[in-house]
Every structure is written in structure tokens, then in C-alpha cells.
């Protein structure tokens, strides 16, 4: 069979169960942006929704309408991407819109003057992540000049911690004192929006002093702590498990080279396995000779080359046969590989790696693996 993203949506209601009991009374606003990081958005919503999410975070208005189409109610952030969209994405689906520059502030109050509509504004503060946000040093004057808008509709403020993991520690305690200034000022402008938000997945579990009503939880949600050191304070099970089958097994000895002679020697007699996933799946073809893969609940080395539909491992012992199934990260038995594991391999993030999963690859929703 060819390659397929088993989705294990009893594992999703698992971790929004978890997360949503570390982080309470705060509630969770379940970001499934970029179609839920490839394990799709509808049927991540339904579950994320029946478990009691909050609501939702999503990368375009074209998911919100998605959503609002498919009938979900519940409170929808469109994070990026809506400026200069059509005036029916902001009127007509009741979608709140992040304003992360003064520009998209003054965007929108001028569109809620137009339209007769109050649009719903999350107003971002970059606290010391550096990448976007209304700097935190020209919050007294943001602040004094909405105070004056008449016509959006301002329902959070928030920012986004650089919190990692336990190293950014220090970093994240700072930016959270710098949050709690700029709320101090707003009260004292009578700037008070009902809700405010900072944590992201790995501050939400690690850092129980930061402030807000709500959390914004993504790739934890699906099963990949974001870091070791948060995947330690809480048990997560992953979402989505990739897999491939064995086409072809050959006997490999000591000193042979597998696929081909320059591409990697073997270092003891094994077998060498075909397996039918390549890098037209999304998979990173630089993953090779440095990522493991699961065979049998076990770990193999993932090695010599990858073709744009196949790639090769190494096994030892009994022989592996045809139809077999790899695993290239999720779980099979008792193991399981991370995303975090693979990410730093590639110098990229934990989320990329579903996200880069081509959407042909076919997408096997259920309960239960």
C-alpha cells in the first residue's frame, strides 16, 4: 500500500484533555493553522471542539469561512494573512482578525467605520520574540490612541513568549513582567479588553506564571511536545503516525554498500529494505544517514539515499518481508519517534515536518491506531 498518515483522533481528545488540566482555569484557544499542521482541519476541529476547546486559532479567512461553513460556532482568531482580503471575510462569518502592526489597527477601525460592523481585534505586542507584534516600548502610545477608536472591537490583547523550553527560563519571566506593564498601562488608559493571551504550547506547560485567560496550544495538541525538556513534564501521545511498506528485501554483507556501492557501506552483515516513501511525500531527503525509522517497534537507521518515491534502511536478525510496515515518526508498539527528534536534524521546527507532508499523501482519520 502506498504511504499513508494514520490520524489518531482518540490521542488529539487525549492531549487537549491534558493540556487543558495543566493550564486551567485558563481555557485553550486550539490553533490549527495550516490545516491543523497536515492532520486536517475539520475532523481536528470536530474532536478539538467536542473536548472543550475555547476556540480557534487559523492561519487565513479561508479556514474561518471553512469552519463557520462546516457549521462551528465557537470564537475563530485568523492569526495571518487577511489584509486586503474581500470586505464579506471581515463582515459576514463573525471572525475575530490578530492586528500585529499599528497598521492593521487602523485597518481595521476604518473598515468597522465602514462597514457598520465592529470587526473583532486581537491586538499583538512583541514582548521579545522579535518577530511581529506592536514593539512593547510604544505601548503607551498605542494604547492612548486606541483608547480613542470608536468602531473596532478590541477583544484581547497578546503577545507570543520565546519560550522553547527550561533554557529560555529567564527570557520568558522577563517578557511575562513586560506583558503585565503593558496591561498595568491599559487599565490605567481604560484600555480593558475581556481577555488576554502569551503562552504558546511549551510555555502553557512549563511556565504555570504566565498570565492570560487564554493559551494558544498548537503542535502539543497533535502529540509533539515542542522540546525534551516539556516533553517530560507531560505525557502526549502523537496524532499522526507516517508510514511506509516494505517493496523489496536483499541480504547486505559486511562491507557492501546499500542502495549502491558509494552511497553507504554496511557495517555488519543485515538486510537491505526497500521501502515506498520518498521525498514526494514531503518526508526531507536530508533526513538520510542522520534519521532513525521503526520497524517491528524498533529503531533502524535510515540510510544511503532517497529517491523521489523510495528510500532504504538496515535491518539486522530475522529476515523482513514484503508488505511490512516502517514508520518514519509516530508510533508502532512501545516506540515512538518525536518530531523533535527529527527537526534539529534539518535545523527546522517540530511542526514544519507535518506541514511539509505532501497532501496527496492520504490522511487515514480514526479513533484509535
Known amino acids: 500500500m502506498p504511504p499513508l498518515a494514520h490520524i489518531n483522533l482518540t490521542a488529539l481528545a487525549h492531549n487537549f ?28 476541529a470536530r474532536v478539538l471542539a467536542d473536548a472543550g476547546a475555547w476556540g480557534f486559532g487559523v492561519s487565513s479567512p479561508a479556514d474561518g469561512i471553512t469552519l463557520r461553513k462546516a457549521g462551528f460556532d465557537l ?10 482580503k474581500p470586505q464579506k471575510c471581515f463582515t459576514d462569518y463573525n471572525l475575530s482578525f490578530a492586528a500585529t502592526s499599528w497598521y492593521k489597527v487602523e485597518y481595521l ?4 467605520q465602514q462597514t457598520g460592523v465592529r470587526i473583532s481585534t486581537h491586538l499583538k505586542f512583541d514582548t521579545g520574540l522579535g518577530r511581529v507584534g506592536i514593539h512593547h516600548t510604544k505601548h503607551r502610545e498605542t494604547l492612548e490612541q486606541l483608547a480613542s477608536f470608536k468602531h473596532l472591537k478590541l477583544d484581547a490583547i497578546y503577545s507570543h513568549l520565546a519560550y522553547g523550553g527550561i533554557q529560555d527560563r529567564a527570557r520568558g519571566l522577563q517578557q511575562i ?6 496591561m498595568h498601562t491599559a487599565r490605567e488608559l481604560g ?7 502569551l503562552a504558546n504550547s511549551a510555555a502553557a506547560v512549563a511556565l504555570p506564571e504566565v498570565p492570560g485567560d487564554l493559551v494558544r496550544t498548537g503542535i502539543a495538541l497533535y502529540g509533539q511536545p515542542p522540546s525534551p525538556t516539556v516533553a517530560d513534564l507531560l505525557p502526549l501521545q502523537p496524532v499522526m503516525t507516517l508510514t511506509g511498506t516494505i517493496t523489496n528485501v536483499r541480504k547486505i554483507k559486511r562491507g557492501h554498500g546499500f542502495p549502491a556501492p558509494h552511497f553507504w557501506k554496511a557495517p555488519y552483515d543485515g538486510w537491505g529494505v526497500e521501502i515506498d516513501l520518498g521525498f514526494s511525500s514531503g518526508y526531507p531527503r536530508t533526513m538520510v544517514n542522520s534519521a532513525q525509522v521503526l520497524y517491528n517497534g524498533r529503531r533502524v537507521p535510515l540510510v544511503g539515499v532517497m529517491s523521489r518515491d523510495n528510500s532504504y534502511t538496515f535491518i539486522i536478525g530475522e529476515k523482513p518481508q514484503v508488505g511490512e510496515e516502517i ?4 508510533k508502532q508498539k512501545d516506540e515512538t519517534i518525536f518530531l523533535y527528534e527529527l527537526s534539529p536534524l534539518i535545523d527546522a521546527l517540530p511542526y514544519e515536518l507535518t506541514t511539509w507532508l505532501n497532501p496527496k499523501v492520504p490522511r487515514s482519520a480514526s479513533p484509535s491506531l
Open 17 to 44: 484533555s491534558a493540556l487543558a488540566s495543566r493550564v486551567a482555569p485558563k481555557r485553550v484557544l486550539a490553533v490549527i493553522k495550516w490545516d491543523a499542521y497536515g492532520h486536517g482541519l475539520l475532523d481536528c
Open 75 to 84: 470564537p475563530i482568531l485568523v492569526m495571518t494573512d487577511w489584509v486586503g
Open 109 to 112: 477601525e476604518s473598515l468597522s
Open 177 to 182: 513582567a513586560t506583558f503585565n506593564e503593558i
Open 191 to 197: 484600555v480593558t479588553p475581556p481577555l488576554t493571551h
Open 327 to 330: 514508520v518514519f515518526w509516530g
